[in-house]
């Protein structure tokens, strides 16, 4: 199973990039998570260009597309998502294998309650479906952990491998559901 893992911020230290990198490390054999390292090549959002996007909106729509479901961590900024996230996200508004597909919400702090609510909106409105048994909350901020120290901290290494499983089983029923609507 494929996940691709955006996180919402392009800080070299981001908290939240070090917890999709823990997911990776993490992930159950036969679970491949890869971090987006591309965010902030991305150029803003413009209609214009959506028929013929740049190369660097392309590599993120085929990465999505090839993706089984996404992994999705975000600072909050002003009470809401990051820009770049944001700006990511209304490329793919209008992208169809974007519709439907499983998201799990990693949230590394609990009073980023309002970043994760909109997040929610968001991708509500862009009619992904998220997994809320794999979106889940962790108090990371301001407990000194990096990667290395998320995935060796029990508590949290265990919430973080049940969200994916969480996650694998929503795209296994999702795959079962498609192939008993199209049967043979």
Known sequence: MNLLAVSGSLRAASINSSLLRAAARL????????????LGELPLFNPD???DP???VGTFRSRVALADALLIASPEYAHG?????KNALDWLVGFEPFAGKRVAVLN???????ADEALREVLGTMSAFVVEPASITLPLLGAGLDEDGMAATPPIALAIQDALSALREAVLLQRSATDASFPL
């Open 81 to 85: 998502i990051s820009g770049p996230l």
């Open 108 to 114: 590394a702090s609990p009073r980023a309650h309002h």
């Open 27 to 38: 992930a159950a054999p036969g679970m491949t998570v890869s971090v987006f390292e591309g």
């Open 54 to 56: 740049p190369a660097a």
């Open 49 to 51: 260009r959506e028929a």
